[in-house]
């Protein structure tokens, strides 16, 4: 059984910074891609971010700039520097990974954590 667990959420203002982090833990023989999602009120879960396992990224265009994913392959854990928040950046945030096991890929979903942008 594989489990993802976030931390790194909070309260933060307009154009402050938070850091994401989501660590695997399980029966992993590897992980492939590796990304951020979020989830507003009302909205349809999007693509934030995202990390192969040899360090190519993927950005959503909204947080191209302002946002960076980044990976330690060796503690199976990716994380996410949120820089220039804006109020419209407020979420739950999901991590997301592809897990081989044996010989197989799965896709696991942390359990999310909010972030919210407010002054």
């Known amino acids: 059984q594989v489990q993802l667990v976030e931390s790194g959420g909070g309260l933060v203002q307009p154009g402050g910074s938070l850091r994401l982090s989501c660590a695997a833990s399980?029966?992993?023989?590897?992980?492939?891609?590796m990304g951020w999602y979020r989830q507003a009120p009302g909205k349809q879960r999007e693509l934030v971010a995202e990390?192969?396992?040899?360090?190519?990224?993927n950005y959503a265009a909204s947080v191209k700039g302002r946002f960076t994913i980044s990976r330690d392959n060796a503690k199976n854990t990716v994380y996410l520097q949120m820089n220039s928040l804006k109020p419209e950046d407020t979420a739950v945030y999901y991590c997301?990974?592809?897990?081989?096991?044996?010989?197989?890929?799965?896709?696991?979903w942390g359990q999310g954590t909010q972030v919210t942008v407010s002054s």
């Open positions: 990390i192969t396992s040899d360090g190519r990224t």
């Open positions: 399980g029966t992993i023989f590897g992980i492939n891609t």
């Open positions: 997301n990974a592809d897990v081989r096991i044996l010989v197989s890929y799965t896709d696991y």
